[in-house]
């Protein structure tokens, strides 16, 4: 039989194939392309970018989530899309290179205090605190709970423990607390994860208490000190 219809593949063959195709159809490059900067996005901010109905990017997405290409993510009512990780942004990107193009980079509209900063309901939301959380992660101080079904959950480690009560956290008493202990909570304006949870509580309430950040009387936007920046540069290492 001629290899050319797929008898005489072997199965890492065939899974390049099939993922091959996934990619290979225009509607679903454009979502895939669309999320390589990182961010998730919704089914239906996805079937605008593909050009598709809804139920058809419905579709587009199951094929995408079942050759491991994006994984989802529930929160409130709502589920986002994302790559499953950055070896799938990087063959994206290598396919981008051989064909030469280029594409348009991500431009949020949410206004710019905002965005820069503001409360999540009790815990911190915005660029900064997208930026602590993944410096949070670079540092070795969380880690993600695999007994977590959601796969959104996260262990404090031993140095992290250290690091946050040294910040003034005091990790038992927030672990006691009749509520999720650490989780990442999706950032509607970065469209990448910040902490949430209980500790992301405790570390709002720490940057208030300090005055690292202060928060408007009139809005949810929190303005970063000159205080907080030097602090969060010494302590943390994430200059802003």
């Not at 239906?44 to 994984?71: C, F, N, Y």
């Not at 994302?82 to 949410?110: C, D, Y």
């Not at 607390?177 to 500790?199: M, N, V």
Request: aromatic share 6%.
């Amino acid at each position: 039989m001629d290899v050319a219809d797929g008898t005489n593949l072997g199965h890492d063959e065939v899974a390049v194939c099939q993922m091959a195709a996934a990619i290979g159809e225009p509607a679903r490059a454009r979502m895939l392309y669309c999320l390589i900067d990182g961010r998730a996005r919704t089914s239906t901010e996805l079937a605008v970018i593909a050009d598709v109905t809804p139920s058809t990017a419905s579709v587009h997405l199951q094929r995408l989530k079942t050759e491991r290409l994006v994984k989802v993510f529930a929160q409130g009512k709502h589920r986002y899309y994302s790559l499953v990780g950055a070896n799938v942004a990087a063959a994206l990107e290598a396919l981008s290179v051989l064909a030469g193009g280029a594409r348009k980079p991500f431009v949020p509209n949410t206004p710019n205090r905002l965005r820069a900063a503001r409360t999540c309901y009790d815990h911190m939301a915005g660029t900064i605190a997208v930026l602590l959380h993944d410096r949070f992660k670079a540092l070795g101080w969380l880690l993600r709970a695999t007994e977590s079904r959601r796969g959104d959950s996260y262990h404090v480690t031993p140095d992290g423990e250290k690091a946050f009560e040294l910040a003034g956290i005091d990790i038992d008493a927030t672990r006691m607390l009749r509520r999720r202990f650490a989780c990442a909570c999706l950032d509607w304006s970065e469209r990448r994860p910040h902490l949430g949870g209980a500790l992301g509580a405790a570390v709002l309430k720490m940057v208030l208490q300090r005055k690292w950040v202060v928060q408007d009387l009139d809005s949810r936007v929190l303005s970063l000190t000159s205080l907080g920046r030097r602090e969060m540069l010494s302590r943390f290492g994430l200059q802003l």
